[in-house]
């Protein structure tokens, strides 16, 4: 006597939802807040998106904790190592000064926040980004060129995606803004280069007054 029975094994996902997430990578930072239907796809799908971009040169980082996902490069092979170079999908590029000082002094005050244990959102507002900034810049006569300088790095590091911009509330007397420092900040300014931070300020304020190179600064 047969007996049939159902096939309990998993449906493999659609090719479609695997195509959505890789291209949604390709293009952006996925968040978990910022796409939750998404975010779970890629928490279930993870092993085959991993499967598909690392022919792209490419590894997905997946921080569920922190609540993102991107993609990067592979690292180089080493100079002895016969394998190909294969061309980067994923540009780096140099970062300046301004925008590096803006980088490191968010990555420092993030670390400060967490050590506080509250609120997992660090908001901060213009004026308090802006304040953080000039203390390490050298005050011209024009102030109002002196923040416009530091409004244009902060409008950088939002096209960046490590600072992100909050609708005013319903009722708010207009200003000059509030933003979100995005937590996969942690993620391009790591531990040890946040533990050389002190040291590396010095060498940013030795460099103001003209140049614009990031003196070791992390890239994206």
């Given at each position: 006597m047969e007996e049939d029975f159902a096939n309990t094994s998993p449906a493999p996902a659609p090719a479609a939802d695997l195509s959505v997430l890789v291209i949604s990578l390709l293009k952006s930072v996925l968040y978990r807040d910022g796409d939750e239907r998404l975010w779970a796809a890629l928490l279930n799908l993870q092993a085959r998106v991993r499967d598909y971009v690392v022919v792209l040169n490419?590894?997905?980082v997946l921080d569920e904790a922190e609540g993102y996902a991107f993609l990067k490069s592979r690292p180089e092979p080493a100079d002895d190592d016969p394998a190909p170079r294969l061309?980067?999908?994923?540009a780096r590029r140099p970062l300046s000064f301004p925008v590096s000082l803006v980088l490191a002094l968010l990555r420092k005050k993030l670390a400060e926040f967490d050590a506080g244990g509250g609120d997992t959102r660090l908001v901060l507002g213009r004026d308090d980004i802006v304040e953080l900034v000039r203390v390490f810049l050298h005050d011209g006569p024009n102030e109002a060129k002196l923040i416009d300088q530091i409004e244009a790095t902060i409008n950088k590091v939002v096209e960046l995606g490590f600072l992100r911009k909050l609708k005013p509330t319903a009722g708010a007397a207009a200003g000059p803004g509030s933003y979100e420092v995005r937590r996969i900040l942690k993620a391009f300014v790591?531990?040890?280069?946040l533990a050389e931070f002190?040291?590396?300020l010095a060498i940013?304020?030795?460099a103001v007054g003209g140049r614009d190179a990031h003196p070791g600064g992390p890239g994206t």
């Open positions: 490419l590894d997905l061309p980067r999908l994923v790591d531990a040890q280069w002190d040291a590396r940013y304020q030795s």
